[in-house]
């Protein structure tokens, strides 16, 4: 099991920029993906950003895609989610998480997929 830690989660304007930190321990981070998910009361969490295993590949929602960046560094053991052009519609709880089995190749978008989650960060995006 590996545990996570996330923070750098807080309010800013609309059109603001936060950067969300993601810190791992407890087994060998380089091997396992890595995703952002978000939730908001009353609904699904859902899926924010994804990095593979060696940092060579990364997926985005469509609705982050070209605002946000999911990167890691395998020698930290951190993954960091940069948010940029932030929008009101962005407001939520986001949760660092980890995949279930290491150098996964297939799906990397549900939840199903991760099995340790960090214990979340609040953003707020105010208009």
């Known amino acids: 099991q590996v545990q996570l830690v996330e923070s750098g989660g807080g309010l800013v304007q609309a059109g603001g920029s936060l950067r969300l930190s993601c810190a791992a321990s407890g087994r060998t981070f380089s091997s396992y993906n890595m995703g952002w998910f978000r939730q908001v009361p009353g609904k699904e969490r859902e899926f924010v950003a994804a990095?593979?295993?060696?940092?060579?590949?990364?997926y985005y929602a469509d609705s982050v895609k070209g605002r946000f960046t999911i990167s890691r560094d395998n020698a930290k053991n951190t993954v960091a989610l940069q948010m940029n052009s932030l929008k009101p519609e962005d407001t939520a709880v986001y949760y660092c998480?980890?995949?279930?089995?290491?150098?996964?190749?297939?799906?990397?978008?549900?939840?199903?997929?991760?099995?340790?989650w960090g214990q979340g960060t609040q953003v707020t995006v105010s208009s």
């Open positions: 998480a980890a995949d279930i089995r290491p150098y996964n190749s297939g799906s990397y978008y549900r939840s199903k997929d991760f099995g340790s």
């Open positions: 990095i593979r295993w060696s940092g060579g590949t990364t």
